[in-house]
Each structure stands twice: as structure tokens, then as C-alpha cells.
Nanobody, 125 residues
């Protein structure tokens, strides 16, 4: 399994970024996929998760409609659109996948099996 993120960078507060994740070695059809973030000195947070069992997308409570996760199963790609960015959104963003296709809320709380190396998002004030 390989997960490779791209699209991070420096953006001003209020701006937008689109993160991409190229996945290989597993099928989106039977895995949950998601995005997580971790800021320096802080705990990891579950940003979003797509369940392969019901096709729904779940978000961490802090997202509040600013971020949107999507996927292209044919291309094994997942995306995270980040809008209305704030300095507190500065973090490493990681895509991930899990063999248990359901249980997104659990995944958001406890993580997933497979991880990318991350892409850094820096939001300036």
C-alpha cells in the first residue's frame, strides 16, 4: 500500500488549497479512506473519512463546512478541498486508508492502518 500526498503550501488566511492523494496497492471499494492533520505540539485530528460501506463522508467536528473530501475511485485518488483557511489550520495533512471500510467515526478518533508521509499546509495571518 502506498499513499502520496501533494498540494500543500503557504496560503494567506481566508484562502484555499486543494490537497491530492495518489493511492496504490488496495481498492477504494473495500477500504475506508480519510484525511488527518497534526500541528506541531498538538495531537492528531481526524479531518474526514469516506466509508466504503455506505459511501458517506464524515468530518471532524472542527471542520464546520470549510473542508470537502472527495475521491475518484477509478483513478485511486482522494482529494481534500480546504476553504476559508485560518492560521490554526496550519499542520501536516496526511491521507490514510483502513481495511475496515465502515466505522468512519472510529477511524476519525483512532486512526487508520495505512498512512502517507504528509504534506504541509501553512496559513499566514
Amino acid at each position: 500500500v502506498q499513499l502520496v500526498e501533494s498540494g500543500g503550501g503557504l496560503v494567506q488566511a481566508g484562502g484555499s488549497l486543494r490537497l491530492s492523494c495518489a493511492a496504490s496497492g488496495f481498492a477504494f471499494d473495500d477500504h475506508a479512506i480519510g484525511w488527518f492533520r497534526q500541528a506541531p505540539g498538538k495531537e492528531r485530528e481526524g479531518v474526514s473519512c469516506i466509508s466504503s460501506s455506505d459511501g458517506n463522508t464524515y468530518y471532524g467536528d472542527f471542520v464546520k463546512g470549510r473542508f470537502t473530501m472527495s475521491s475518484d475511485n477509478a483513478k485511486n485518488m482522494m482529494y481534500l478541498q480546504l476553504n476559508s483557511l485560518k492560521p490554526e489550520d496550519t499542520a501536516g495533512y496526511y491521507c490514510a486508508a483502513d481495511r475496515y471500510g465502515s466505522s468512519c467515526q472510529s477511524h476519525l478518533d483512532y486512526g487508520m492502518d495505512y498512512w502517507g508521509k504528509g504534506t504541509l499546509v501553512t496559513v499566514s495571518s
